[in-house]
T-cell receptor
Framework: QKEVEQDPGPLSVPEGAIVSLNCTYSNSAFQYFMWYRQYSRKGPELLMY????GNKEDGRFTAQVDKSSKYISLFIRDSQPSDSATYLCAMSVDAGGTSYGKLTFGQGTILTVHP | GAGVSQSPSNKVTEKGKDVELRCDPISGHTALYWYRQSLGQGLEFLIY????????KSGLPSDRFSAERTGGSVSTLTIQRTQQEDSAVYLCASSSPARSADEQYFGPGTRLTVT
């Protein structure tokens, strides 16, 4: 069993829809949580970063972490065709109050937003 | 400013040959990471360099893989006696000492095909 599980999709939604992307994890040492977005033939880029349970909002994006359930989510409101990409959740362990940056990724969810 | 650059962008090699992949991190970034992205395996950590410290090689899949970082900047990932299962996209990332190590900037990757 992988440490981080993510439904690979693909997920297809109409423009304007609310998108929900999810990951579960088994390693309770994970304390830092990220969502990266990857366009085709490009490297991933960081979208959201959080280290505490609860919600963090940035524009149309909301990251949610539930450490008790070992579950994280990314919500995209008013989705746009330009949001079409692969979304990767990533996590890292605490190393004395910080992270070394050794990331463990989910498989990635392929999202298509059609006009 | 300039992002992380990788070369070559594509590499086709015959089984059994050695290959070298190059990464130029963002200027001033002290941490450098190599990942491998393949179908079915997602994005996997390979190796991590931080300043002058000994690298964390815990993700290297076999002793055919090695990496070095010269002068704290450019890094080379070498795969000896390539096998077909080495076919993947090899991604390099760097992070700034002024930010979280989890905030990584990725290059576009080198797509390696072993025939």
């Amino acid at each position: 069993q992988k440490e981080v599980e993510q439904d690979p999709g693909p997920l297809s939604v109409p423009e304007g829809a609310i998108v929900s992307l999810n990951c579960t994890y088994s390693n309770s040492a994970f304390q830092y949580f990220m969502w990266y977005r990857q366009y085709s033939r490009k490297g991933p880029e960081l979208l959201m970063y959080t280290y505490s349970s609860g919600n963090k909002e940035d524009g149309r994006f909301t990251a949610q972490v539930d450490k008790s359930s070992k579950y994280i989510s990314l919500f995209i409101r008013d989705s746009q065709p330009s949001d079409s990409a692969t979304y990767l959740c990533a996590m890292s362990v605490d190393a004395g109050g910080t992270s070394y940056g050794k990331l463990t990724f989910g498989q990635g969810t392929i999202l298509t937003v059609h006009p | 400013g300039a992002g992380v650059s990788q070369s070559p962008s594509n590499k086709v090699t015959e089984k059994g040959k050695d290959v070298e992949l190059r990464c130029d991190p963002i200027s001033g970034h002290t941490a450098l990471y190599w990942y491998r992205q393949s179908l079915g395996q997602g994005l996997e950590f390979l190796i991590y360099f931080q300043g002058n410290s000994a690298p964390d090689k815990s993700g290297l899949p076999s002793d055919r893989f090695s990496a070095e970082r010269t002068g704290g900047s450019v890094s080379t990932l070498t795969i000896q006696r390539t096998q077909q299962e080495d076919s993947a996209v090899y991604l390099c990332a760097s992070s700034s000492p002024a930010r979280s190590a989890d905030e990584q900037y990725f290059g576009p990757g080198t797509r390696l095909t072993v025939t």
